[in-house]
């Protein structure tokens, strides 16, 4: 072969590789240009990341906030983020506002905490276009008055309905909407749990006095509160002698709707009260006779469930606290000694739950608003545990149901929904409450007219019009983060340089912004049953 065949041949290899790169440069761009197309259509007709902004849906849902722990009992809570900015990224928590939810411990003057970023969501698009939206469904959607801004807010009450909130539950066409199970749990808010005492209970900071035991006993009653534990009762007594105890609001939390530990406001006690409650504890039979039992009130008539050691499960209601009249009963084996059990029960969307144990017993009530008693939020429900024979109980804890509170009373607008003012909706109308009520500005005080798509007012006050709903959220994918665990010594001093280069920046916020998320809290975000609930 000559040498200026040899020349040619590498000249024609040597174009051919650079043929061959351009080949694979135009097809590295080809797929990066299909992946971001794909990426956009993902984005804009099936799944998007919304990150929460407010506090409109908490505990479900936090916007910007401070998480919390008591600093007497340890209760973890979160606590509505507020404040300006101080040195070090810490915030100046508003004087005595953050209001432990167990044992009402305000937190003294200038606490500094790091603020936690709002939670950050997935949301299903464009599910509506194709499904009909559920109630209790937790959806994006534009703003009715600003269609620039996106809300997410729980819907409870679909076109052609009629809604009416009465004693802070929703009812639909006149009969209470139950909420799901997995819902429920979700917004059941704490009054009191045993199992956190405080530390120093002698500090007047406790709900304005200095701690003590909210439990007390009634006359007579044998409940030892002064154990070597004092997160766990015990009772000896005859079997045939009920011993009662009853949670004292005077020294606890009480039932008060507006009470949310998430909301900056010390205007936590009086009416309107909620009444919907679940106590639970634990209860361990020594002998194999003896009682266990609760007793819960609304509307001033009162409700008790209980459980003998011979394995009988009974719900029973009484209109003057003598007479009692069985409600329902069910047979199960006998408790088992010397064994804690679960003891449950439930009073909530006119429905009563027993639980002990597996077992289980229901009532219900009635769906109509006086099934269960006349109506009046004024009047503060009690709680009762109660027993005989020789037991003890531990895990003590009360929660209540979210409170759909009625903001006319508080700031004197219109509220739409009312007791007594039922909203009728239209076809393609939804109604949207927040789980924070307190503290939402939802279709209860929407007064002005939706703008319409074309900038002309179209959408009449109240409600969301199907076309703005953007979907549905249905993962907590970025709870909100932790700051990361830097030794004290090395953020101060990394704290103190300047911005003169880069790298100090890149360590500023390294050590400022919330790195870690809370992977505990990863979840999905329930929403409506198929069932019509």
Not at 102 to 120: E, I, M, Q, V, Y
Not at 251 to 274: E, H, L, M, Q
Not at 298 to 324: F, H, L, P
Request: with cysteine.
């Amino acid at each position: 072969m000559t040498p200026g065949t040899t020349d040619k041949s590498k000249l024609e290899n040597a174009a051919q590789k650079r043929k061959d790169r351009a080949a694979e440069v135009a097809n590295t761009f080809e797929w990066l240009i299909t992946a971001f197309m794909l990426a956009f259509v993902f984005r804009a007709f099936v799944m998007e990341a919304f990150r929460i902004p407010t506090g409109s849906m908490a505990d479900t849902l936090k916007g910007a906030h401070f998480q919390l722990a008591c600093p007497q009992c340890g209760y973890e809570y979160a606590y509505n983020f507020g404040s300006e900015l101080v040195p070090n990224n810490e915030v100046l928590i508003e004087s005595g506002s953050p209001h432990c939810p167990s044992c009402g411990f305000f937190l003294p003057r200038g606490t500094k905490r790091h603020a936690s970023n709002g939670d950050r969501i997935l949301v299903l698009k464009c599910i509506y276009q194709f499904f009909k939206p559920k109630r209790w469904d937790v959806v994006v959607f534009k703003n009715p008055g600003e269609p620039e801004i996106n809300f997410i807010k729980r819907l409870v009450a679909r076109p052609g309905e009629t809604i009416e909130i009465i004693d802070g539950d929703v009812y639909i066409n006149d009969q209470i909407a139950r909420k799901p199970p997995k819902i429920q749990r979700e917004l059941w808010m704490p009054v009191y749990d045993n199992d956190y005492q405080p530390a120093r209970p002698e500090l007047g900071r406790f709900n304005g006095n200095r701690w003590r035991q909210p439990f007390r006993n009634t006359a007579d009653s044998k409940w030892d509160f002064n154990g070597t534990d004092p997160t766990i009762f015990g009772l000896q007594s005859d079997t045939n002698d009920i011993h009662v105890m009853y949670y004292d609001t005077d020294r606890g939390n009480d039932f008060g709707a507006k009470r949310c530990a998430y909301n900056p406001s010390r205007t936590y006690n009086g009416p309107p009260y909620c009444s919907d409650l679940m106590v639970r504890f634990y209860a361990d039979f020594s002998e194999s006779q003896g009682v266990a039992g609760i007793g819960l009130s609304k509307c001033r008539r009162r409700y008790k469930a209980q459980v003998d050691a011979a394995g009988a499960m009974t719900i029973a209601q009484s209109d003057n606290g003598t007479e009692w009249i069985e409600l329902a009963q069910r047979k199960i084996e006998p408790v088992v000694l010397n064994k804690p059990a679960l003891l449950k029960f439930v009073n909530v969307d006119h429905q009563l739950i027993f639980q002990f144990g597996n077992e289980t017993v229901t009532y219900d009530l009635g769906r109509n608003s006086d099934d269960a008693g006349s109506v009046n939020s004024n009047v503060e429900p009690q709680v009762r545990i109660f027993g005989s024979g020789k037991l003890s109980v531990s895990h003590i804890a009360i929660f209540r149901d979210t409170y759909y509170t009625n903001p006319q009373q508080q700031t004197g607008q219109p509220c739409f929904a009312s007791a007594g003012n039922p909203f009728k909706l239209g076809p393609g109308e939804f109604f949207v409450l927040g789980d924070n009520s307190p503290a939402s500005h939802d279709s209860r005080l929407w007064s002005n007219r939706g703008i319409g798509v074309d900038g002309k007012s179209v959408y009449r006050p109240g409600i969301v019009p199907h076309d703005y709903l953007v979907g549905k959220a249905v993962f907590v994918y970025w709870p909100s983060g932790y700051e990361l665990p830097w030794p004290r010594s090395l953020k101060t001093f990394l704290l103190k340089k300047s911005f003169k280069n880069r790298l100090s920046a890149i360590m500023y916020w390294t050590v400022t912004l919330r790195w870690v998320p809370n992977m505990g809290q990863m979840r999905f975000i329930y929403g409506g049953s198929s069932k019509n609930s």
